[in-house]
Antibody, heavy 120, light 107 residues
Framework: QVQLVQSGVEVKKPGASVKVSCTAS????????ISWVRQAPGQGLEWMGW????????NYAQKLQGRVTMTTDTSTNTAYMEMRSLRSEDTAVYYC?????????????WGQGTTVTVSS | DIQMTQSPSNLSASVGARVTITCRAS??????LAWYQQKPGKAPKLLIY???NLESGVPSRFSGSGSGTEFTLTISSLQPDDCATYYC?????????FGQGTKVEVK
């Protein structure tokens, strides 16, 4: 079946970097894009950015530009989200999600989430 | 940046009730709006895209409407399984923004 499986829990110190993976199966990886969304404890959803798997184009949320990089590896059907200079405010569950040919169609398949805790 | 405002923030209704959640955009977004349902500890689930298109497999009691700056998600007959937080999401200029969420409780 179509699914996205994310890497496990991460605990990082302030100033460190984290790289979360998202491995796709059950569909043609290059026919869809991957978006990343995070959710701080008890808070709402925050869109972080997206990457077109087909051509590698990216678009990041303005507040995260310069700290986040999204990449893909089509040989392993895996997307990655790397965040640098972590702060306590980056503590959240990070989700990857698939979107189709059009950004207008929403995100129809989601990973299970990866908990990232930033603490000294 | 376009701001999204959802209302109400919380609502409680009985099984079988008709429930409406509103999402307002700070400027026109045509019909570029989606709705998601999120249950505690779970990933969000796409319900509606392009304001009124029901995602495959989503029960027909869910519907979406609106265009421009005002949108609604309606649950025609609330069920116990609908207890969740609902988010709208707008698309503009290659970016997305979520509303702050509406928590729905089933009495």
């Amino acid at each position: 079946q179509v699914q996205l499986v994310q890497s496990g829990v991460e605990v990082k110190k302030p100033g460190a970097s984290v790289k979360v993976s998202c491995t796709a199966s059950g569909y043609t990886f290059t026919s869809y894009g991957i978006s990343w969304v995070r959710q701080a404890p008890g808070q709402g959803l925050e869109w972080m950015g997206w990457i077109s798997v087909y051509d590698g184009n990216t678009n990041y949320a303005q507040k995260l530009q310069g700290r986040v990089t999204m990449t893909t590896d089509t040989s392993t059907n895996t997307a990655y989200m790397e965040m640098r200079s972590l702060r306590s405010e980056d503590t959240a569950v990070y989700y990857c999600a698939r979107f189709g040919a059009s950004l207008l169609d929403g995100m129809d398949v989601w990973g299970q989430g990866t908990t990232v805790t930033v603490s000294s | 940046d376009i701001q999204m405002t959802q209302s109400p923030s919380n609502l409680s209704a009985s099984v079988g009730a008709r429930v409406t959640i509103t999402c307002r955009a700070s400027q026109s977004i045509s019909t570029w709006l989606a709705w998601y349902q999120q249950k505690p500890g779970k990933a969000p689930k796409l319900l509606i895209y392009k304001a009124s298109n029901l995602e495959s497999g989503v029960p027909s009691r869910f519907s979406g409407s609106g265009s421009g700056t005002e949108f609604t998600l309606t649950i025609s007959s609330l069920q116990p399984d609908d207890c969740a937080t609902y988010y709208c999401q707008q698309y503009d200029n290659f970016s997305w923004t979520f509303g702050q969420g509406t928590k729905v409780e089933v009495k």
